[in-house]
């Protein structure tokens, strides 16, 4: 993070494409008159309109550009300029093949789709940075112009010899000789060996899949490519005289690009997000959605843009369902809860030809602003002038579960234990939901991020220990904190080679036990873990254990619970061991949901972990915001129907939506205490 951004007002906007109009001013005019009703107060323009800026070489024409840009500032509306990268014009893929992406199996791709770059190219570098410099020029300090998106959803790779040379290059610079790499890679194995950096080729279906060491530097490298192209896209814009923020739109669940790694280098982040809302029960979708804010806001502990969401039903998921009334506004409500300080869409205006001709837009091919999306729209902004203040206000999360780009890499590509599922997203999930049932506020991080100031960090399925991070947790330990580690963690180190000695590596004493078998089980198959008498954090209750158990053996470790069935019936299901001044939990199995509940509730409790609300439904979503002069208490109902809480309504007040010991069905109730 660069600049801590602040715009002073939740933005309510979306993608625009005016240049898909252009030969309709009537259009282009009634929009204005429709954004102002809807209480649009911003527009994401030029993702994808490198044609119209650049119609051929070195042809620019950005008066379209510099109108619009006008008259939506005279009403009242600011832009987020977009960098044209995510699409090139066809005289360039037709005069320089090289910007084409080529793909794991050595094709280089046609012109056509987008996101469709190299970004090693320097032919693509020296376009990008032509253009982009010259939209900073004559953009970059225009007072509607209040940010800058790049490009648009950076993903994917390139296997082409330009990026293959790249390739080359970082790994030499990371291991130095080709023993390192060899030794850090195991290749003896198979007989694999490189006898020099010349011979390494990019990971391909026709090739080498096979050592995972190589894939995960491919992973690696495509992210710091990624990166590099980023950082080039920024200086060109600060070359042209545009200090503005920068902000790129990361993807749900997307696995492609370590986000983590683009912290320091944008200003804000920001997400696009398509829930498949009402094809299961709401609230579970909300809790799936949950989870992805905390993911997007957790990457710089800062608020963040909710980039784009459909305000209808989009058109490319296998089905196209209508949002219900008052889902908009309460997924809406969701995003700020979690940290967003932004509604945006995708689209204001539905485009009229190609692929997302029948996606969800604010105003859509009829014309008019009598539509129920445009009500909604409307209603969302309407709600979002009442929020203002709460723009740039912090969430002060005390408990964290650590989600880790590498290691899921290195996880989900491992061969073993269990080909079948590793469920790793659920496991994560399940200690989130159990937090996130006690209404508190979780942080989602990765292994570089911090553990201080964190009373309880659950760390599940951690399979890599990146260097350093076992120190870290010792630490934390020590001083105090709680850590809850799960089976399967501290397997393997950076370059995923397995620890020797013993695991959870590093952390054995920390743990108070060494793990000594790990038993997959068959779907459909399960164990239970049984609660031992007296044990001393009260749990009661015998849950199922699914897929995979920890044969552990404690040394100094309590244990708590033990295994009910099998061989290793008797042996520890779930342990704690005191370290320093801090405790630290190890669950063995795949345990269901009610299992992390009841253990995440005990645990919180006695790490003294403080809640506002104590008894907390089912389907409700509680979050905080806090500002430098009050907290806000955000209560949402995703229940289809009304249901019944009883709020600290005393100490914070409500402020915003109507609570009188019930919330109603998808309603916001916003709780307000004065610092
Ligand atoms: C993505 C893209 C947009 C658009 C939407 C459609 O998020 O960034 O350009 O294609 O999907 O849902
Ligand atoms: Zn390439």
Not at 139 to 167: K, M, R
Request: aromatic share 12%; glycine share 8%; with cysteine.
């Amino acid at each position: 993070m660069r600049q801590e951004v602040n715009f002073g007002k939740m933005i309510h906007g979306g993608d625009y494409n005016p240049e898909q109009w252009l030969d309709m001013p009537e259009i282009l005019e009634k929009d204005i008159e429709y954004f102002k009703k809807a209480k649009i107060n911003e527009v994401s323009l030029g993702i994808f309109a490198w044609a119209k800026l650049e119609p051929e070489e070195g042809v620019f024409d950005f008066d379209w550009m510099e109108k619009i840009i006008d008259r939506l500032y005279e009403n009242g509306i600011s832009t987020m300029l977009a960098t044209p990268s995510g699409a090139r014009p066809k005289w360039m893929a037709d005069k320089y093949p090289e910007v084409l992406r080529v793909a794991p199996d050595r094709t280089r791709n046609l012109f056509g789709a987008r996101h469709n770059h190299c970004y090693t190219s320097p032919v693509y570098r020296e376009k990008v940075r032509i253009i982009n410099k010259k939209l900073a020029e004559k953009f970059g300090n225009h007072p509607g112009v209040i940010a800058w998106h790049l490009s648009n959803e950076y993903g994917g790779e390139c296997h082409c010899p330009l990026c293959q040379e790249a390739f080359r290059e970082w790994l030499k610079e990371k291991y130095q000789t080709i023993d390192r790499l060899n030794k850090a890679w195991a290749t003896t194995f198979w007989s694999h060996t490189y006898n020099s950096f010349d011979q390494i080729e990019s990971p391909s279906p026709r090739g080498e899949m096979a050592v995972h060491g190589l894939n995960l530097d491919w992973k690696r490298f495509v992210t710091d490519r990624t990166v590099d192209f980023v950082k080039h896209e920024i200086q060109a814009i600060r070359d042209g005289g545009s200090d503005k923020p920068t902000t790129i739109n990361m993807m749900y669940d997307f696995q492609g690009l370590n986000y983590h790694k683009f912290a320091d280098i944008i200003d804000i982040v920001s997400w696009d997000n398509y829930p498949q809302w009402h094809k299961k029960e709401e609230y579970l979708t909300a809790m799936d959605d949950g989870m992805q804010h905390d993911i997007m806001r957790s990457i710089q502990k800062r608020p963040f843009l909710l980039m784009e969401c459909c305000p209808g039903a989009t058109n490319w998921q296998p089905v196209s369902k209508l949002k219900r009334p008052g889902m908009l506004h309460a997924a809406s409500m969701q995003a700020i809860a979690h940290g967003s300080d932004s509604i945006q869409y995708f689209q204001l205006r539905k485009s009229r030809g190609s692929s997302e001709k029948f996606h969800g837009a604010v105003i859509d091919h009829y014309g008019g602003d009598d539509t129920r999306t445009f009500g909604e729209v409307t209603q969302v902004g309407e709600t979002l002038e009442k929020l203002q203040e709460m723009t740039g206000s912090h969430t002060p999360a005390k408990v964290a579960v650590v989600f880790d780009w590498e290691s899921r890499w290195a996880l989900e590509d491992a061969q073993g234990p269990r080909n079948a599922g590793m469920h790793y997203k659920e496991t994560v999930e399940k200690s989130y939901y159990a937090f996130r049932r006690l209404g508190l506020d979780v942080d989602m991080i990765d292994m570089e991020q911090e553990l201080d100031g964190y009373q309880v960090v659950a760390a599940p399925m951690l399979y890599m220990f990146r260097a350093g991070f076992e120190q870290k947790v010792r630490a934390f330990v020590e001083k105090g904190g709680t850590f809850v580690l799960t089976y399967w963690s501290g397997i393997v180190d950076e370059t995923d080679l397995c620890f020797l000695g013993g695991t959870p590596a590093g952390l054995m004493d920390v743990m108070g036990l060494r793990s000594t078998e790990i038993d997959a089980l068959y779907d459909g198959e399960s164990n239970v873990g049984v609660p031992c008498q007296g044990n001393h954090l009260h749990m009661t209750e015998s849950y199922r254990c699914t897929n995979l158990c920890d044969l552990v053996k404690a040394s100094t470790a309590e244990v708590l619970m033990t295994y009910g069935e099998d061989f290793y019936e008797g042996m520890p299901a779930l342990t704690c061991n005191r370290f320093g001044k801090g405790r630290a939990y190890y669950i063995c199995a795949d345990f269901e949901q009610e299992f992390y509940n009841e253990l995440f509730r005990k645990v919180t409790a006695e790490a003294g972990v403080k809640r506002a609300v104590t008894h907390i439904p089912c389907g409700v979503d509680i979050t905080t915001r806090e500002s430098g002069q009050a907290v806000y208490l955000i209560v949402q109902n995703f229940n289809r129907k009304p249901v019944e809480i009883s709020l600290p309504v005393e100490e914070y007040p409500v402020w915003y939506g109507s609570y009188d010991g019930t919330i109603g069905k998808w309603e916001t109730v916003i709780l307000k205490k004065e610092k």
